[in-house]
């Protein structure tokens, strides 16, 4: 798999204390266009999966290129990973990160139970991008950008 190329995206909630979570997740996919339907699958051991499949509604944030070290956060644990000023709640609640290429904000339409993770399906209730932002790639286990000769 690391030799299929994607984007990277922080998939955020609001845990059961009412505090943001979120974690980096490359598993983002699109799953239908009407009603339009995305996923991304949670690993069951990840600190963040029971306040995920509890929530009702989550962001998929889509990142560019100068939030790797965003990124690199979300993915590393015992580190507080919501800057006080780099996010808000977006409409439906779930965080949203300052500067993302992209964001969706969805309910969840229903969860699968696939091995050792949990597919979350999400209606998209929002969404919106910034054609001026180029996309953080991870390609066989590192960080890349587009380039064109
Ligand atoms: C580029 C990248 C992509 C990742 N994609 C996923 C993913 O799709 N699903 C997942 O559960 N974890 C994924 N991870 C790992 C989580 O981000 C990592 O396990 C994180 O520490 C989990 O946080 P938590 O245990 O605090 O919930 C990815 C990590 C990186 C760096």
Known sequence: MGCFAT?????????????PVGLTANSFTSVSLDPP???????????????????SHFAVNVLQTEQQPASIRFATRHEDRFGPNDWSPGEYGAPVLDQSLSVFECEVHAIHDAGDHHMLIGHVLKARFDAGLDPLLYFRGSYRRLHFD
């Open 37 to 55: 339907l995305l996923l991304v699958c949670i690993g069951k051991t990840a600190a963040s999966a029971a306040a995920m499949v509890g929530a």
């Open 7 to 19: 984007g990277v995206t922080v998939v955020t909630c609001i845990g059961p204390d009412s505090e």
